[in-house]
T-cell receptor, first 116, second 113 residues
Framework: AQSVTQPDIHITVSEGASLELRCNYS??????LFWYVQSPGQGLQLLLK??????LVQGIKGFEAEFKRSQSSFNLRKPSVHWSDAAEYFC??????????????FGTGTLLAVQP | EPEVTQTPSHQVTQMGQEVILRCVPI?????FYWYRQILGQKVEFLVS????????KSEIFDDQFSVERPDGSNFTLKIRSTKLEDSAMYFC???????????FGPGTRLTVT
């Protein structure tokens, strides 16, 4: 069955430091992968997505992610974190009948705190 | 930029009552979804809807739940008899034909007392 694992429940980084959030997926075919961000009390905003092609994808707000098929991973990175990046980050894989993105399966999320 | 909207932003209801959560997807989108997020937990898929019928539903989406697209713009989720455990944030999403990404609304927080 398809699944997504985010092994880090909570991460704290200092402002200006680099960030890497881990995501591992389980999916039989070529995955469609997404990272969403959720600020407190807000909805889900798409940061970036991977469908095919270049395995390093760029997203909004200076984020990037790298798809590694051999490791079944799609880790999110940012070279320099800003205080406004404090939020919860969800990795998701597209799955389902009738189309690879007919539903999204989400990981449990990683809560990012940013220290001044 | 087009966006998915949801109303109300917060709904409080008593156990056993019926609730209808409303969503207006992006106007030219054809695929519609409901997800829920219980406080502190991950976002879970409930149902997908295409061509006026359910295309897939999860185990959570039992007989107490139903979806409808009553007109050309709204997409609703009805819970017939709410239970305490239905308290959650409910997200609507939509997707265009040929697209891969789903666009999410801001959510409706449902509180069942």
């Amino acid at each position: 069955a398809q699944s997504v694992t985010q092994p880090d429940i909570h991460i704290t980084v200092s402002e200006g430091a680099s960030l890497e959030l881990r995501c591992n997926y389980s999916y039989g075919a070529t995955p469609y992968l997404f990272w969403y961000v959720q600020s407190p009390g807000q909805g889900l905003q798409l940061l970036l997505k991977y469908f095919s092609g270049d395995t390093l994808v760029q997203g909004i707000k200076g984020f990037e992610a790298e798809f590694k098929r051999s490791q079944s991973s799609f880790n999110l990175r940012k070279p320099s974190v800003h205080w406004s990046d404090a939020a919860e980050y969800f990795c998701a894989v597209g799955a389902g009948y009738g189309g690879a993105t007919n539903k999204l399966i989400f990981g449990t999320g990683t809560l990012l705190a940013v220290q001044p | 930029e087009p966006e998915v909207t949801q109303t109300p932003s917060h709904q409080v209801t008593q156990m056993g009552q019926e609730v209808i959560l409303r969503c207006v997807p992006i106007s030219n989108h054809l695929y519609f979804y409901w997800y829920r997020q219980i406080l502190g937990q991950k976002v879970e898929f409930l149902v997908s809807f295409y061509n006026n019928e359910i295309s897939e539903k999860s185990e959570i989406f039992d007989d107490q739940f139903s979806v409808e697209r009553p007109d050309g713009s709204n997409f609703t989720l009805k819970i017939r008899s709410t239970k305490l455990e239905d308290s959650a944030m409910y997200f609507c999403a939509s997707k265009g034909d040929g697209d891969y990404e789903q666009y999410f609304g801001p959510g409706t927080r449902l509180t069942v007392t």
